[in-house]
């Protein structure tokens, strides 16, 4: 079985500022893992992949996020925060089970908030 | 544009009544997947189905239905609609269908139930 954890509902930061967002994981199976973006009512877009060929994944919009093994962590980060990327942030891990995939597991998600 | 296509995108119902809800895939896309997302909730997998097949079942209820045509667009039936099944319902398609397939979202169906 595979869960994530996002710590924090909402994180607020200045625009300008140093963004990040905080995934944990637990996977049975070496994991894939996605940071999906949701803007107010709007489909999921994804952020970025994780699949093991790189520990630092470049993304869209400036994102980037560090795949940990030791510490089970995928954060998402970008280093100057836009007053566009207020939106809901969501990590999620891939799974498997049996004989087919699960689809993916979601953390509950992180709204970012800019201030300006 | 992720290229996935949902329809309606915006459903009013009655409880009791049934609703189906609709999707394209992605072209070239063989899985499907349907999610649901509550604020109580949060993101739910519910089913996913490959080249026609069902594939996976998630917390799907047993009111719920899916299933994907020849022309691999699926359907989600639900039916003796609840308030509770108020939510945003989302499918998603991707390539294949082992774990680890990068997945695209549509931009999802609203379901009142009043």
């Known amino acids: 079985a595979q869960s994530v954890t996002q710590l924090g509902s909402h994180v607020s930061v200045s625009e300008g500022a140093l963004v990040l967002l905080r995934c944990n994981y637990s996977?049975?199976?070496?994991?894939?893992l996605f940071w999906y973006v949701q803007y107010p009512n709007q489909g999921l877009q994804l952020l970025l992949k994780y699949t093991s060929a790189a520990t630092l994944v470049k993304g869209i919009n400036g994102f980037e996020a560090e795949f940990k093994k030791s510490e089970t962590s995928f954060h998402l980060t970008k280093p100057s925060a836009h007053m566009s990327d207020a939106a809901e942030y969501f990590c999620a891990v891939s799974g498997y089970s049996g004989g087919g995939a699960d689809g993916l597991t979601f953390g509950k998600g992180t709204h970012l908030i800019i201030q300006p | 544009d992720s290229g996935v296509t949902q329809t309606p995108k915006h459903l009013i119902t009655a409880t009791g009544q049934r609703v189906t809800l609709r999707c394209s895939p992605r072209?070239?896309?063989?899985?499907v997947y349907w999610y649901q997302q509550s604020l109580d909730q949060g993101l739910q997998f519910l089913i996913q189905y490959y080249n026609g097949e069902e594939r996976a079942k998630g917390n799907i209820l047993e009111r719920f239905s899916a299933q994907q045509f020849p022309d691999l667009h699926s359907e989600l039936n639900l039916s003796s609609l609840e308030l509770g099944d108020s939510a945003l319902y989302f499918c998603?398609?991707?390539?294949?269908?082992?774990?680890?397939?990068?997945?695209?979202f549509g931009e999802g169906s609203w379901l009142t139930v009043v």
């Open positions: 996977s049975s199976v070496p994991p894939y």
């Open positions: 072209s070239g896309d063989l899985s």
């Open positions: 998603a398609s991707s390539v294949g269908s082992t774990y680890g397939n990068t997945i695209y």
